[in-house]
């Protein structure tokens, strides 16, 4: 590919989807929880920023819409309440002993490789950007879901969760210029109940475990007592 | 349309409703009362279906044809009985202490919540909306699962929580990638319109299609409960409140395969390759086998019926995936007699909980001699689910069976033995609970068992002769679904 003979917007997606990923993983390595809150707004902030530079060159007003929604829901609410939980249970100044971290790094590049490896047949026929942008917001899902793997925190599964949502806007945005504005407002509804819900649980995890490390919710399973 | 649009408000409004009034005395016969009228509307949907075939709105956000109509009826007839026995059920775990005010009202308001959610999977045109839809239905109930807050509904509720919106999520990415292959050729107002997609689905790339179907397989499959996405789907089921327990198993999760299925139909009219239909008979039958086996494991009686309720998912997908018309016709009637027996289980036993005040399977006994309509009710509904004739359940894997003799007859010794061992896995436990002694001082409860009664009926009649009018439904949902009618 030829970089420098794209146009502006296509350089500018490339680049976002690239420090999108990269703020993925260094989420993965993050074990204080305020800062990983911190680094998930800025990921949040990055795909404000390619809604509207997506916006601007396609002229499109409705994802000007959609960008001012994710910024209000995933740069400003969602990490003040999270940030609001953690200092109000006192989980501030927890460092989390992250088991095997070089693995769940060299894991997370295997999940990049993996993402270009499914999506590199279907696309093709289209161009290289919406190749790179489709495989990268991919791998942002994925390594949503390794963080929620490797860490213990209820609060980082939340992280790990909403940024799977960030890494599916992503794609929406750069492969079809943005859902239907129906679906677009019914996903947002959705992901602003289910941080509302997560607050509570938050609350109700802590009283009934007293902490919330989720690996000691062990009641249920199938193993012989 | 206009019932289509009534099903969808009356919900939302018993949402408000509830929320704002759902600590009074009756509150549980008002709420029967809605679930009744929205039944009554979604029989006079019927009939205009019935009358003058598929239903589009004019603005196409909504289509109701033979295949969502039925479901539609079957979810409001489900929603009616199962809210007939929450009533007395719910006031009991008040009256014993476990239940607020509050969380009653939070109960009715998310009962509407949950059948806002299903009825608007059912009937939008839309599969963005649908998705929304799916994932608005695990927000309602997932507050329901942590009910009693005891550490283990909480977590339940938790796991279920994250496990399904992660797996959601999946299929929220196929969608992506579909609405992606439709914007190649249609604007984009429409190209999320399931009827547009249908009608143009020659000229969506196939192999973006075949992509996109794996994502929505394990996406609305985690719902479905299909193995190995399956572990949220026991702790929900047993630690919620019952009348959630038989919502969950006899709405939900036929939902989640109905949105599978509409996808595999796109699908299926872009490739030529059965790839859609592999997958699904590889997941349902792995689901069926293993949840058969784990049958045997169980010590929780609402854990029991919930792996019996993976089974019986993993069957109908596995039919639905192996596509011919016999095979389709089947897993429409599987779908309809499993929801109409495992509701009527789950208020069974619902009230033998209630009895015996413990869902342990070793402390549950002699419920004959202690209530014997109780009793009764949970051996016959036993009997029905584990596939014995007379009853409809009999009758639909019965043509299961004979539609993969027909296509794959090599599986079929598979699907006989996963059937006999999920038979000894119940009636092991089942017995000794129905039968034997009383222990001292169990008393009867107060129990509404019509609801029971008029399902276990609708279930023998169709194992004995389905009605014309049904048979005329299922056949035209047939056509629709895999193209040609079946026999």
Known sequence: MDIENLDLYSQLILSLAALVTLTSFIMLAQGRLLRLVFIFALQGFLLVLATAIAAYSFNNPHLYISAAITMALKVLFIPWMLRRHILKL?????????????????????????????????????????????????????????????????????????????????????????????????????????AVLFGIFFLHINSSIDSLDVDKMNRLNEVDQ | ???????????????????????????????????????????????????SGTILSTDKYFIVDSFNVYLIVLTAFVGFTTSIFSAPYMAHEKE????????????????????????????????????????????????????????????????????????????????????????????????????????NAKLLDPEILEIAFVFMLIGYGTKIGLVPLHNWLPDAHSEGPTPMSAVLSGLLLNDALYAVVRNKMLVDGATDS?????????????????????????????RLFSYSSIEHMGLMTFAFGIGTPFATFAALLH??????????????????????GTQSIEKIRGLIR???????????????????????????????LLATMQSYPWLTPFLLLGIGIACAGLFRNIQPMVYGEKPEGQQAVQANLWPVIVHLAIVLWLGLAIPNFLSDWFTQATILISGSAPL
């Not at chain 1, 095997?100 to 290289?128: C, D, E, R, W």
């Not at chain 2, 779908?335 to 015996?356: D, E, N, Y």
């Open chain 2, 1 to 51: 349309m206009i019932p289509a649009y009534l099903l969808l408000i009356l919900p939302l409004l018993g949402i408000v409703y509830f929320a704002l009034f759902g600590h009074q005395e009756d509150v549980g016969r008002q709420n029967t009362h809605f679930n009744g009228v929205t039944l009554l509307l979604s029989l006079w949907l019927a009939i205009n279906v019935y009358v």
């Open chain 2, 274 to 302: 059965h790839i859609a239909g592999y997958l699904m008979m590889g997941f349902g039958l792995m689901s069926f086998l293993v949840a058969a086996f784990f049958l045997h494991r169980q010590k929780d009686i609402k």
């Open chain 1, 90 to 194: 006192n989980m501030h100044r927890d460092v989390e002993a992250l088991s095997n971290k070089t693995a769940v790094m060299m894991g997370g590049a295997s999940l990049v490789m993996f993402s270009y490896y499914v999506l590199h047949p279907i696309m093709q026929n289209s161009s290289m950007v919406l190749l790179n942008a489709l495989s990268l917001s991919l791998a942002v899902i994925l390594l949503g879901m390794l963080l929620m793997i490797s860490h213990h925190q209820a609060i980082a599964h939340v992280v790990g969760f909403m940024s799977i949502e960030n890494g599916l806007f992503f794609a929406a945005t750069v492969s079809t210029s943005g859902m239907p504005m129906v679906v677009e407002l019914g996903i947002a509804f959705d992901v602003l109940v289910a």
């Open chain 2, 96 to 199: 014993i202490g476990k239940l607020t005010d509050k969380r009653l009202r939070l109960y009715y308001s998310m009962y509407q919540g949950f059948m806002f959610a299903m009825y608007l999977v059912l009937t939008t045109n839309n599969m963005g909306v649908m998705w929304v839809a799916m994932e608005a239905a695990t927000l309602a109930t997932v507050l329901l699962v942590s009910l009693y807050r005891t550490p283990e509904s909480i977590e339940a509720a938790w796991k279920y929580f994250i496990l399904c919106g992660v797996g959601i999520a999946q299929a929220l990415f196929g969608t992506i990638l579909l609405y992606y292959a439709a914007t190649q050729f249609s604007d984009a107002e429409n190209a999320l319109m399931w009827s547009v997609l249908y009608e």
């Open chain 2, 370 to 400: 202690t209530q014997p309509k109780v009793g009764w009710g949970l051996l016959i509904g036993t009997l029905a689910i584990a596939g014995f004739p007379p009853f409809g359940v009999f009758t639909s894997e019965f043509l299961v």
């Open chain 2, 335 to 356: 779908m309809m007699v499993h929801s109409l027996t495992k509701s009527a289980i789950f208020v069974t036993v619902g009230h033998a909980v209630q009895i015996s």
